[in-house]
């Protein structure tokens, strides 16, 4: 009789198949070596004495299903109407000069507008905080947002002759 589960001898799982753990995965990119169109994904793995890299060819099923032709990206960042949103409203494009703001409506992007984001400005971070504000952060300001309207909320500058160089947001807080 075959062993199953309750009292008695005998192994109660079965090895189906064996695979390498390859975590902690500690960034990856995607390349396509050979200009087909079939990306491989090689990855930093491990740490330590024990790290590699990993090169991940078959098995790995990307799906594309938009695409933006504007070369030049800097930086991208999704934006909610609210905190809880199940969707994205907009997306905040930067270049090295300026910056776009994409609506989401639908299957298409529409360029808009956020009333008090500085367009011609490159946005160092963008992002929803909590109590449904937008916030931009370029070089010379910081600019706040109602989420639902795009109505202006407030904004920041920096002492004069010094920039922000750096930001994050978290919550309900932003450091520039």
């Given at each position: ?9 005998g192994?109660?799982l ?6 390498p753990?390859?975590?902690?995965v ?7 070596p050979?200009?087909?169109?079939q ?33 030049g990206i800097?930086?991208l ?14 997306l ?14 639908g299957?298409?992007l ?9 367009l ?8 929803t905080?909590d109590?449904d ?7 010379g300001?910081?600019a ?10 407030g ?5 004069s002759?010094?920039?922000?160089s ?11």
């Amino acid at each position: 009789p075959a062993p199953g589960p309750g009292p008695g001898p005998g192994p109660f799982l079965e090895v189906v198949e064996c695979m390498p753990n390859l975590g902690p995965v500690i960034d990856f990119c995607v390349v396509d070596p050979e200009g087909q169109g079939q990306g491989q994904v090689v990855c930093c793995s491990g740490a330590f004495k024990d790290g590699s890299l990993r090169v991940m060819r078959n098995g790995i099923g990307l799906t594309e299903h938009a695409a933006v032709d504007l070369p030049g990206i800097k930086g991208l960042w999704p934006l909610r109407a609210a905190t809880g949103a199940p969707y994205d409203r907009y997306l905040l494009v930067a270049f090295t000069d300026q910056t776009k703001v994409l609506a989401i409506s639908g299957e298409d992007l529409e360029e808009s507008a956020i009333a008090g984001f500085d367009l011609g400005a490159k946005t160092l971070l963008c992002a929803t905080l909590d109590g449904d504000i937008l916030v931009q952060v370029c070089a010379g300001r910081v600019a706040l947002a109602d989420s639902a309207t795009g109505a202006p909320r407030g904004h920041w500058a920096p002492p004069s002759g010094r920039t922000v160089s750096v930001a994050a947001a978290e919550g309900a807080d932003v450091v520039a």
